[in-house]
């Protein structure tokens, strides 16, 4: 080892000769904005510091599951005790029992939930208890959301209502995502025709009900009210994909937003991952009873893992559940995440520049645009060469945006007033 400082750049060319574009997951290669991406050497707080000492205010928090900031003591606490007694059992622990019943004390539409690994893995369990239990193959998924990297959900809409899905990515045959319609995000018509086509054969329908993989836009209330109506009137289930948004955008997820809203109001299934493992490898998917005891070892639906309920990873997600339940944490979140949305849009303002930004609890969006997008079509309309100058001129002052337009940004407990301060001097010079 020398004592020179390795730079990003080297370690990025390093990168790249042993792992594919230098990365294990796309997004931080940094390619939609172009320039070298930050290795990462430590975090603290609210701040992540880079293989050459440079601080940024971190608003991606690991794309979501830091919700109280890196290294909180008490979550570190739990998880050095817990690695202490052993780092995977491949048994049953009382921890996994305590985790459940902590995430269904907080989410009441779940009687029963199972703990996996990543959201990739809960969201595709999901699906195929969703077809298992409703005997239906045909799935429907919106235009930009995303939920994980299943081959099923690898998909974009075909040519018309009549024809499904074509995959995305190389690798998944034609034949494996005939069965899932794309549709347009708060399309309230285009709901009603394809349940009107196909309601009798679908299993379920499968949305981010404030989408954070196109930015930050919200399933409107008629459309949110629309779906549930429909799923049930079809029997098809509707499955809220808040492994973003849950503990996240509150303490009850997106389904206690909605259900403020619409009287009522709860999804069939749930799939949850990031907050609840605090930054540990661990997602959930739940539901009723009924729908839940048709999973593997009770009913014909299987699912597995090695290392699902890991024993670090629940400490961990327990540990962050306990903090954010304590008195007053999500207002306080979301009135620092209001003011980094209102302070930077002030900032555009006074530089002339269009605008708009919106949150929810800890999590927020913004785009280059004149009005809030209803969809991933007007969210790739918006100004993407302003919102890259933006980034990097954020990154140079320090702080540290989602590399990508298309991403939702995230605000920890432990980022201060002076944070968020600080964060909007930033934003007024790169603004100017
Ligand atoms: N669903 C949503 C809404 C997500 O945002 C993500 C990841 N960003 C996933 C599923 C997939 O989770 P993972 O990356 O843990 O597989």
New binding site residues.
Partial sequence: MSTETTTNAQLFERAQRVIPGGVN?PVRAFKAVGGTPRFIARAEGPYMFDAEGKRYIDYIGS??PMILGHGHPGVLEAVQKAALDGFSFGAPTEREIELAEEILKLVPSMDQVRLV???????MSAIRLARGATGRNKIIKFEG?????ADALLVKAGSGLATFGNPTSAGVPAEVVQHTLVLEYNNVALLEEAFELHGHDLACVMI?PI???MNFVRASVPFMDMLRKLCTHYGALLVF?????GFRVGLAGAQGHYAQLIPGFAPDMS?F??VIGGGM?L?AFGGKRAVMEKLAPLGPVYQAGTLSGNPVATACGLATLKEIQKPGFFDRLSGGTRQLVEGLTAAARDAGVPFVGDSQGGMFGFFFAGELPQNYATVMSTDKERFNRFFHGMLDGGVYLAPALYEAGFVSAAHSTQDIADTIAVARKALA
């Fill in positions: 997951s794309w979501g690994s990543s959201g990739t893995e809960a969201a959301c995303y939920h994980g990297h981010e989408a954070g993989n994909d808040e492994v973003m948004t799939v991952g990031k490898p997602a």
